[in-house]
């Protein structure tokens, strides 16, 4: 069976794409802000492009860079608070970030 999730309006997942060297600090902010970040998703992935940080001579060469995706269900408003406190937090122009909206979000029962 499909459920909704009672605890508050999930109606926007926010993503941040971050240096794996950030991991650690972002995972801490996130654990010490339930009231923003009640559960969340982390997934390895790589980013290419004009805002890639290349660091190591494997990412230089190979024209991509390592980071960390999490991935925050939440309500918009919520998840935009969240963006505040971790950008006083954290002051780093390799964090990118965006909102999408989530048509549904639950538990399989």
Known sequence: MMTTSPLSPHDALLTLA???ALEEDVLDFLMLHPQWARG???VDAEGMGNGATLLTTMEKVQGRCRRKLVLIAGSDSELRQLLDALAAEI???DV???ITALSGFGRLH
């Open 40 to 42: 969340f998703t982390i």
């Open 96 to 98: 990118a970030w965006w």
């Open 91 to 93: 002051h780093n122009p």
């Open 18 to 20: 971050i240096p794996v």
